[in-house]
């Protein structure tokens, strides 16, 4: 499936495993259910990552994260929003690892997936084939400052711009007596 | 009144560039309708029985006189020259043409006005208090609140994808004008007994809808720095766990419904513990940067009562009559709170034209330290008016037919668009509006009658507001015709409560006579001083249900 | 695929809104046989059996598909002085406009007089 950067295309070098058998597969992404069983499996080198359902709370996943190197979350359809909050609450338990927004989001969802701390998504064909990769790196550009403190850089937000502003205001009365 | 700093600008100028990127993806097919669809509802653009329909923001109901001209403006050019203020305190066209929204989105970004967030599942504009800043017993301002809460919402990354709708409202006085109990989030300013600082009230769960409810208490008092991060938790919670396998189960009150307040309040409480509040919330400055733009207007030193408009009223006893129904106490001795009504007998309630805007815009300028607001009531308000002003102000709104004195009286009557415009429609709402208000049109009897709320609402999705009404009506399909339920004891204010039904559908021709015999219990059982929902209360829904009965054998 | 949703009684007529401007547009007969829409209810085509229904649906999956017209469907109708008349009130206010603004919508001809768009 079409897999998407901030940058925009992007190769996949994960593949997907139905099941807990991974033994050849040097980076394998497999299902929530299967994830016990296939970190048991692991060889040395071998890099594991998870595709979480939406409704997982992300307490249960938490004890896993240090040994993942890649957290997929189902996206079942672009409408199904669970999976922002999940990204947020995952990223705030310190997992630095690729996190992965997986089914049909739209363009118009990219800035916001990026900001709540997704590093790819990953498209089904027909999603892809509709909007093209243009599309997705201009919706992500559609805000070049948002409102949210946390989500992003301090650079692109309006409250963290307003406050430094006061900071330079306050220094150059100052520095003018 | 807040004006947007070049920030806020330019994050306006690229929802409509935005927007405008939406609509040509739809029509090159890149998006399919399924996929434009909540695009465009966030944008506040529906398609309705008869055409699209754009649903403008007022956030918290704050307009200046420049907005109401555009407003005017925008109706005469690419409408049909006249609007309809919602029970949400927004603005509605019902007949604009998909190819000239990106235009009239530019039109509304040069008054600092747009569409964010007026539909969609994501968090609506938000409503407040119609008096704030001038009511007499309210305690804080609460537009530096709803206004913070507009900017923290806008195209939020986590929460814009909700199970459905979320509507949030302020309130910082004693009475409820805002209907806070039938929000998802409902927030009163108060003050804590011991420190004595002010706090939020949160009220989560309310709404009215299929399951309507009153909301519930989840926390008594919330710093007021810890506002953002606190929305957050709430929000967190119920993108996560509200459901989303049924859309009439799908709004926050039934998740609080079916955990319980008391748990849907602790794992609120959890999630805030985890979360570094000085990163999230406003910093004081920004707060203070905020409510510097709700500051009160340099009001005059006047005497609390004004010769000039008691000489006036004592020489004209309809102007006496107006200024007692539509005036309310203001802060500043020699002030006034003046709302205009929108509901003259027989129009549909809430509906203005393009001319009326301008009359009410001019009047706002020049009397009212050019401001203004919209009520969820669907009238106008003019927050800071000068007695002394008041007749000259009630011959122009004469002129232009919006001297009607019925503020809060049985005429004043909340309706939806209903069947006459509305997709979602099950029956209409306006007809029956105009006819309560032709039957009851006489002014003595009105007064005669006292504080009465009528709502009325075209389906279940209850934007009329029915359930909390005195008296509600609720229009659906029944066998191929229009059908209206009624229901009675509703209350939206501060003693919230969902009205119960009477008894079976009327035809709508029915719907007087049964508003008639409602009344006529009323009158006959009210104690000295007693008004309508204190009466109900009083002596229970039995007798009025007696009395429905005879309006459905009358009708059989 | 879920099985395709039961039709409405015949005759019938084929509603939906222009995609670009909003307008309530019904199907009607083009040239050599073709459909095009028109904004005057008067002149819907009427489909009296399930070959011309089904004709109508083909023209509203193209419409949707060619994105020029959004929320189409079949409306049962009577045939009233010599029109089609939807059966259901809700219909019926999409051929006419607002009951409360009779100056307003197709009931006060506005479209109407315009030639059928193709």
Request: hydrophobic content about 40%; charged content about 25%.
């Amino acid at each position: 499936m079409p897999l998407l950067d901030r940058n925009g295309a992007r190769a996949d070098g994960w593949t997907r495993s139905e099941g807990a058998a991974i033994d050849n597969i040097p980076a394998a992404i497999v299902p929530w259910e299967f994830l016990a069983e296939a970190l048991d499996r692991q060889v040395p080198g071998q890099s594991i990552g998870v595709l979480i359902p939406n409704n997982l709370p992300t307490a249960e996943l938490a004890p896993f994260l240090p040994r993942l190197a890649l957290v997929a979350i189902a996206f079942p359809a672009y409408s199904d929003g669970r999976g922002f909050s999940q990204a947020r609450q995952i990223r705030r338990v310190g997992f630095a690892g690729e996190l992965r927004a997986s089914g049909p989001l739209i363009a118009d969802q990219f800035a916001y997936a990026l900001s709540c701390g997704f590093d790819t998504v990953e498209l089904p064909e027909a999603s892809a084939a509709r909007q093209p990769v243009e599309q997705w790196l201009r919706a992500r550009a559609s805000f070049s400052r948002t409102y949210q403190r946390g989500y992003g850089t301090p650079e692109r937000n309006i409250l963290d711009r307003r406050r430094a502003a006061r900071t330079d205001a306050a220094a150059t009365s100052a520095a003018t007596p | 009144m807040y004006r947007y700093d070049e920030f806020d600008e330019h994050f306006v100028r690229e929802r409509v560039a935005q927007f405008a990127d939406q609509v040509s993806r739809r029509l090159d097919g890149s998006l399919t309708e399924d996929e434009f669809k909540p695009l465009r509802l966030k944008n506040g653009v529906y398609l309705q029985l008869h055409a699209y329909m754009l649903r403008i923001a007022v956030p918290y109901g704050t307009l200046n006189s420049r907005q109401l001209r555009r407003l005017a403006l925008i109706g005469e050019k690419y409408d049909r020259g006249y609007g309809h203020f919602t029970t949400r305190q927004n603005l509605q066209f019902n007949w604009p043409k998909l190819r000239d929204i990106p235009e009239i989105l530019g039109l509304l970004a040069d008054v600092e006005m747009h569409c964010i967030q007026t539909s969609g599942n994501c968090i609506r504009n938000v409503t407040a208090d119609h008096f704030a800043g001038v009511a007499q017993d309210e305690i804080e301002d609460p537009r530096p609140t709803a206004e913070l809460i507009r900017q923290w919402s806008s195209a939020h990354p986590e929460f814009s994808y909700l199970p459905r709708k979320f509507k949030i409202a302020v309130t910082g006085a004693e009475a409820d004008r805002a209907v806070i109990k039938a929000h998802d989030i409902g927030l009163r300013l108060r003050r804590h007994p011991d420190t004595h600082e002010t706090c939020y009230e949160v009220s989560v769960g309310g709404g009215l809808g299929r399951t309507p409810m009153i909301g519930k208490v989840v926390r008594d008092y919330l710093p007021k720095k810890d506002l953002l991060a606190y929305l957050e938790a709430i929000m967190r919670v119920y993108n996560l766990e509200g459901r989303r396998d049924n859309k009439y189960k799908a709004r926050v009150k039934i998740l609080v419904h079916e955990i319980g307040a008391e748990e849907f309040a602790r794992r609120v409480e959890a999630e805030f513990a985890q979360l570094d509040g000085p990163s999230i919330n406003a910093d004081p400055e920004e707060v203070a940067r905020i409510a510097a733009y709700f500051a009160p207007p340099a009001y005059e030193t006047l005497p609390a009562v004004s010769n000039t408009l008691e000489a006036a009223k004592a020489s004209n006893p309809a102007f006496a009559r107006w200024v007692e129904v539509n005036t309310a106490p203001h802060k500043v001795p020699g002030y006034t709170a003046l709302t205009i009504s929108l509901k003259p007998i027989g129009q549909a309630p809430g509906d203005a034209s393009s001319e009326q805007m301008r009359v009410v815009a001019d009047l706002a300028q020049r009397y009212s330290f050019d401001e203004l607001r919209v009520t969820h009531a669907q009238n106008l308000v003019l927050p800071h008016v000068r007695q002394r002003d008041l007749f000259a102000i009630w011959q122009k709104l004469g002129e232009a037919g919006l001297a009607e004195a019925n503020i809060g009286l049985v005429t004043d009557i909340i309706a939806c668009p209903g069947l006459d415009y509305c997709a979602l429609a099950t029956a209409r709402s306006i007809p029956i509006a105009q006819a309560i208000q032709q039957r009851f049109a006489n002014e003595a009897r009105q007064r005669e009658i006292g504080p009465l709320g009528i709502k009325i609402s075209g389906c279940i999705n209850a934007c009329g507001h029915h359930h909390v009404g005195h008296i509600g009506i609720l229009g659906l399909e029944k066998r191929g015709i229009e059908s209206y339920q009624i229901t009675l004891g509703g209350d939206a204010t501060e003693n919230a409560a969902i009205g119960e039904i009477l008894g079976p559908g009327l035809a709508a021709e029915d719907v007087p006579d049964a508003i008639e015999r409602i009344v006529a219990v009323y009158l006959a059982e009210r104690a000295e001083g007693e008004s309508f929902i204190d009466n109900v209360r009083r002596i229970g829904l039995a007798p009025f249900k007696a009395a429905f009965q005879e309006t459905t054998r009358a009708a059989a | 695929m879920a099985a395709a949703a039961k039709r409405v009684p015949l005759p019938a007529i084929l509603l939906a809104n222009d995609l670009l401007d909003g307008d309530v547009v019904f199907a009607t007969a083009g040239a050599a046989g073709t459909l095009v829409w028109t904004r005057d209810p008067a002149q819907a085509l009427v489909a009296n059996d399930d070959a011309a229904a089904d004709g109508l649906e083909a023209f509203a999956a193209a419409g949707l598909r060619g994105n020029t017209v959004v929320d189409a469907y079949l409306v049962d109708v009577a045939i009233e002085g010599g029109h089609p008349v939807p059966r259901h009130f809700r219909e019926r206010f999409k051929t006419l406009g607002p009951s409360n603004r009779p100056d307003l919508g197709k009931q006060a001809g506005e479209g109407i007089a315009s030639a059928p768009k193709g």
